[in-house]
C-alpha cells in the first residue's frame, strides 16, 4: 500500500457506498461486501480503499513484498467464477472500482444459481 492510502482519511464502507456508488444500480449489501473481501485479499482496512484506486499503483505492494499481494488472487478469483458462470469480464481490470463493477454481474449469476 503507498504512503498516499496510508494517509488518506478512513470512510466507513456505507460512507465509500453513499459517496460513490449510491446511484450506480448497484445493491449497498453487495458493493460492502465486495469491497470487504477485497480489502481481506489485499490486506488493507476496508476504510482506506476508493474506487480509483488501482491495483498497479496506490494498492501495489511496497518493495519486497511483491510475491505477497491479494491483487492476483482478486483477479483470479473473478476469472475463476465469471467462467464457472459462463460469463466474459469485459475491459481490464485495474481498479477497486473495474473490480467492483466487473464482479457484480458475476456475483448476482453466482448467487441466483
Not at 505477497?68 to 481490470?93: F, H, N, P, V
Amino acid at each position: 500500500m503507498s504512503a498516499m492510502v496510508d494517509a488518506r482519511e478512513e470512510l466507513s464502507a456505507d460512507d465509500i457506498f453513499a459517496i460513490y456508488y449510491k446511484k450506480s444500480g448497484l445493491e449497498i449489501v453487495l458493493v460492502i461486501e465486495l469491497l470487504e473481501h477485497a480489502a481481506q485479499e489485499l490486506g488493507l482496512p476496508v476504510r482506506k480503499l476508493r474506487p480509483q484506486d488501482r491495483f498497479s499503483v496506490e494498492l501495489a505492494p511496497r518493495r519486497g513484498n511483491e510475491l505477497d499481494s491479494g491483487c492476483g488472487i482478486l483477479l483470479c478469483e473473478l476469472g475463476r467464477l465469471a467462467k464457472k458462470r459462463g460469463r466474459t469480464i469485459q475491459g481490464e481490470i485495474e481498479s477497486i472500482d473495474d473490480y467492483l463493477r466487473a464482479m457484480a454481474p458475476v456475483y448476482y449469476a453466482d448467487r441466483s444459481a
